[in-house]
């Protein structure tokens, strides 16, 4: 009788341990993601961040001129691109790695490269094609032929226009920016200058026209049309809304460089386009109040657009990695303008730099020599395999390893079964969640101790170190700060041996 009663008990006992285990592997099995910190991107910038590195086309009027900003007095005759072949300009970016193209589709002189059906001075009112050419189009099409993204920039100023300064001339942009948004397929960006205003031809009247660049534009509805038209769209201007300007056109982010932002007036009204202290766009702000991750622009000649007299200047390939790293490895990303030639093509010496600079690049990126380690953290989220260190070397922005909420200066370590050599370090956070990481370092076994080689601040959708030659068999990362518990998305080691 008692033997049975204690069997009873036992397995009683079991029964509870077993639902109790039970409890705890689905806890850890469906532990819930961490909530976001602060700003976090919107589905278009998830999707503008994706690319990182894509290509701008200077090309117009400019280009037959020799000039850079046309006064707006220049005939249509003189664009005349003989050769010109959309399909080797979108070949040559996605040749370089590319992701996409963004094409000058009016400058500063107001010619159009499409057949705009509110002006004349456009294509076709020129000799190419007997005016019945289209750039945009062409260029669209290709970019959607070869799988890259089309982006265009439509320059608020306009020297040529004669309402220019007036109420009409806004009604006239938009009516433009509606063109090319409803006619030329789907847009990734949508590019705002910060030039406003001063002298031009405004049909003739050949003055200096003022504008107010805060309230003249009504930037907040200008926006509206392309949020209406193009939502996978993002709006690239000195203010945003989704990407900032990096504050210079020499395709260097500061250091740090926070995807969060909050533009600041110069002149104590609302922040517009070209009337902000465009300098703190370097940087960003820890505590910024908009996602708004910086483009870094720069041309592969001095010029942004064709200068025969600059065919010995382009950038080296060598050159072109070094903005990589100083761009997309410091979060933000790299527009490299590649404009074409008076033919309307890409010159070959720039094809020829963009294809070595790819093969550089490609060749450090293609083993990650941290995919040969056996990882250790100091702490896995609820222990669960949805956030496990392993996800750091998936290649997959989407997965990520993250910690307990009262975790923040976690640790990991990547062991090998040898001695490994690298040079470059990448890190990403897993962005949906916002931009959580203040401080960072990173250590190498050595002599029987830890020796900190790399340290760093900000991290965002990337982040590149390259130093010295780092020769170990253990590496260690440390999270020196966090605002909320670190979610980290990718880790690579990588050798540089050019």
């Not at 750091?392 to 390893?401: F, K, T």
Request: negative net charge; proline residues 6%; charged residues 20%.
């Amino acid at each position: 009788m008692f033997g049975s009663s204690m069997f009873r008990s036992i397995k009683i006992y079991s029964v509870i341990i077993f639902f109790i285990l039970l409890i705890v592997s689905c806890i850890q099995e469906h532990q819930s993601p961490p909530n976001p910190y602060g700003p976090v991107p919107s589905k278009a910038q998830l999707l503008w961040q994706k690319m990182e590195y894509y290509g701008f086309l200077h090309f117009g009027l400019n280009t037959f001129t020799n000039q850079e900003w046309g006064y707006g007095n220049v005939s249509p005759e003189k664009f005349n691109p003989i050769d010109f072949d959309a399909e080797q300009i979108v070949l040559a970016a996605k040749e370089a790695g590319m992701s996409g193209l963004i094409l000058t589709c009016k400058h500063h002189d107001g010619f159009c490269l499409w057949p705009s059906a509110y002006t004349a001075y456009s294509v076709k009112s020129s000799p190419w094609k007997n005016g019945q050419g289209d750039v945009v189009k062409e260029i669209s099409d290709a970019c959607a032929n070869f799988g890259l993204r089309f982006g265009v920039y439509l320059s608020p100023w306009d020297r040529n226009h004669p309402d220019y300064g007036t109420s009409e001339y806004i009604e006239y942009y938009r009516n433009q920016l509606r063109e090319l948004l409803i006619d030329y397929g789907p847009i990734s960006e949508v590019w705002f200058d910060g030039a406003n205003g001063g002298s031009g031809w405004y049909g003739g009247a050949d003055e200096e026209r003022k504008i107010n660049p805060s309230t003249y534009y009504d930037w907040e509805n200008t926006w509206q049309v392309v949020r209406e038209l193009q939502p996978e769209a993002v709006i690239f201007s000195d203010v945003g809304p989704d990407i900032r300007w990096v504050g210079n056109e020499n395709g260097v982010a500061g250091d740090p460089c926070w995807a969060t932002y909050t533009p600041t007036s110069k002149n104590g009204e609302a922040p517009a386009p070209g009337q902000v202290e465009y300098q703190q766009g370097q940087n960003g702000q820890r505590d910024g109040k908009y996602w708004m991750p910086a483009e870094c622009d720069v041309s592969i000649r001095p010029g942004w657009f064709y200068h025969e007299d600059q065919d010995s200047l382009v950038k080296s390939p060598e050159a072109l990695l070094e903005l990589y790293f100083n761009s997309v490895g410091k979060g933000a990303s790299l527009l490299l303008n590649i404009p074409p030639d008076t033919n309307g093509r890409i010159p070959e010496k720039d094809v020829n730099v963009l294809k070595q600079f790819r093969m550089i690049r490609d060749q450090i990126f293609v083993d990650n020599l941290a995919t040969q380690s056996k990882i250790t953290v100091s702490n896995t989220r609820g222990n669960s395999e949805d956030f496990s260190p392993l996800n750091l070397i998936d290649g997959e922005r989407s997965s990520y390893w993250t910690t307990d909420d009262e975790i923040v200066n976690p640790e990991l370590i990547l062991e090998f079964n040898k001695l490994m050599v690298f040079n470059i370090v990448k890190l990403e956070e897993f962005t949906p969640l916002g931009q959580r990481v203040g401080s960072w370092a990173m250590d190498l076994w050595a002599d029987n101790r830890w020796m900190e080689f790399a340290t760093g601040t900000s991290i965002g959708n990337k982040r590149l170190w390259k130093g010295e030659m780092q020769t170990t068999s253990k590496v260690r990362l440390r999270i020196l700060k966090a605002a909320a518990c670190p979610a980290i998305s990718e880790l690579g080691l990588y050798l540089d041996s050019n």
